[in-house]
T-cell receptor, first 113, second 114 residues
């Protein structure tokens, strides 16, 4: 089954403790992206990647890092999480030469206390 | 910059009522337009799309027409069901290059009562 898999689904952590949210897709998509969803703000892009070793900032990159060492994986790293990073996070991917929309993961609900 | 504006919710309807969720956009060029649906506790699923003016996207009884003259992409369904209760997001993607980013509206919560 074609899918984007995120882990974990739920995470509660403390301020300053480094964490990684994993994202993996099995569709050989070049393009991958991370979004955060907040009430009243919709989804905002954090980082994206056009292909292996090619990443760039989205609209709200502060406090986040990403890497793209393999085509299928695109982890989101919070080096020193803060409470304002409490949010619902989605990973998404798509084929570049396509008019189709993105395929989204099921989301990771992160709470930073 | 590019943006999407959708009507605020929540929208509460009785089963079999007619649904309209308004969506307008601001963009340069000719963006592709999408509606995504998010059921409780799940990720976003593509509901329908349109890639050029006057295209009509349709799926599961939902429809939306790409109106270039009014920069709109309103979502409609003739008869909603309780199972349609979800959050609906309108989104656009600009043409080509680094504008592969999807730009979302703030979402509209639809609650359908039996």
């Amino acid at each position: 089954e074609a899918q984007v898999t995120q882990n974990p689904r739920y995470l509660i952590t403390v301020t300053g403790k480094k964490l990684t949210v994993t994202c993996s897709q099995n569709m050989n998509h070049e393009y991958m992206s991370w979004y955060r969803q907040d009430p009243g703000l919709g989804l905002r892009q954090i980082y994206y990647s056009m292909n292996v070793e090619v990443t760039d900032k989205g609209d709200v990159p502060e406090g986040y890092k990403v890497s793209r060492k393999e085509k299928r994986n695109f982890p989101l790293i919070l080096e020193s999480p803060s409470p304002n990073q409490t949010s619902l996070y989605f990973c998404a991917s798509r084929q570049l030469a396509s008019n189709y929309g993105y395929t989204f993961g099921s989301g990771t609900r992160l709470t930073v206390v | 910059g590019d943006s999407v504006t959708q009507m605020e919710g929540p929208v509460t309807l009785s089963e079999e009522a007619f649904l309209t969720i308004n969506c307008t956009y601001t963009a340069t060029g000719y963006p592709s337009l999408f509606w995504y649906v998010q059921y409780p506790g799940e990720g976003l699923q593509l509901l329908l799309k349109a890639t050029k003016a006057d295209d009509k996207g349709s799926n599961k009884g939902f429809e939306a027409t790409y109106r270039k003259e009014t920069t709109s992409f309103h979502l409609e369904k003739g008869s909603v069901q309780v199972s349609d209760s979800a959050v609906y997001f309108c989104a656009l993607r600009g043409p080509g290059g680094a504008t592969n980013k999807l730009i979302f509206g703030t979402g509209t919560l639809l609650a359908v009562q039996p």
